[in-house]
């Protein structure tokens, strides 16, 4: 089966929560694993699969019953060619894409890297500073999966990203999910989502949170579990696709155990205000492009 729809990021918007709602749908099929990435070319060490067959592989279980048969690949807004990947795929696909405040985003990001071990620098303002000599090949932590998910101001230009999107895929075939109206109304939002999709309403009433922010117990573990050597990250690939074993038993309950939920701290002032005006021109763009009012976001930056 084809996919035919997309939950494309952006990362840290509520990706994840979306899809594991959709997921219990009785008709709807979202990929195991999730996030697939392959068409993200530009972030070749987080696409999952490299060849067509082995991509469409992942959905053969989908049925006549599945209406829905999509992906949650959080980078795929954010990389430079997935969506033109995406559309000269499927012509026809249906896009969702989830938006949030990108100083929330970015910040949350942040704890995410840390988390998964691709960042090494535990305070938030040196790593926003660092975006520049990262760039340039400098101060890039050992064993990162790809140095460009350390660019937390190119990541969170979601305005920027949104115009590109509109420019390959026409509106009505996009639907934008706000994470602040995700977690107020749960329930409106799904069911906004399935009409979207065509899918009928299933009655859920019950919407957990999912992917809170959380740490670390033991760093060297983490490193071993969260980012093993490239030849283990092929080896349980190939266990996957080729014969059909499920590999999640084999780091998950590892990753489980060794993480602790955790409270960001609060950011100072001076450097949120830093934050909100690097996004304030982007964010009116995302404002204007999506018909959506985000003074809300924006305020405090234009009065500065």
Not at 289 to 302: M, P, S
Request: glycine share 4%; proline share 6%; hydrophobic share 40%.
């Amino acid at each position: 089966m084809k996919p035919n729809f997309f939950i494309i990021g952006a990362a840290k918007a509520g990706t994840t929560a979306m899809s594991e709602y959709l997921r219990e749908h009785p008709n709807v099929f979202v990929s195991d694993p999730k996030e697939i990435h392959f068409f993200a070319h530009d972030l070749p060490r987080y696409r999952f699969v490299e060849e067509m067959p082995d991509y469409l592989d992942i959905f053969s279980e989908a049925s006549s019953e599945h209406v829905a048969i999509g992906e949650a690949s959080v980078y795929y807004l954010y990389s430079s060619v997935a969506v033109q990947n995406i559309r000269q795929f499927n012509p026809d696909a249906k896009i969702i894409v989830m938006l949030r405040n990108p100083v929330e985003l970015a910040y949350s990001l942040h704890s995410e890297m840390l988390f998964n071990c691709n960042e090494n620098v535990e305070d938030f303002m040196q790593a926003w500073h660092l975006e520049q000599a990262r760039k340039q090949g400098r101060n890039i932590p050992p064993g990162c999966r790809d140095v460009k998910v350390l660019f937390y101001r190119d990541i969170a230009l979601l305005g920027e990203q949104v115009e590109r999107l509109l420019n390959i895929f026409p509106r009505k075939q996009v639907h934008f999910v706000w994470m602040e109206e995700l977690q107020a109304n749960p329930r409106q939002v799904y069911c906004d989502v399935l009409d979207f999709l065509s899918v009928p309403d299933d009655g859920r009433e019950r919407f957990e949170r999912i992917n809170k922010n959380k740490s670390i117990r033991y760093p060297w573990l983490a490193r071993l579990s969260q980012t093993p050597p490239l030849w283990v990250v092929k080896s349980v690939r190939w266990l996957r696709l080729q014969l059909g074993i499920d590999t999640g038993w084999i780091l998950q309950p590892i990753r489980r155990w060794n993480s602790v939920p955790a409270e960001r701290v609060p950011l100072p002032e001076s450097f949120v205000n830093e934050l909100q005006q690097a996004f304030s021109d982007d964010m009116k763009k995302l404002g204007r492009l999506t018909g959506r009012d985000l003074d809300h976001w924006i305020k405090k930056a234009v009065a500065d």
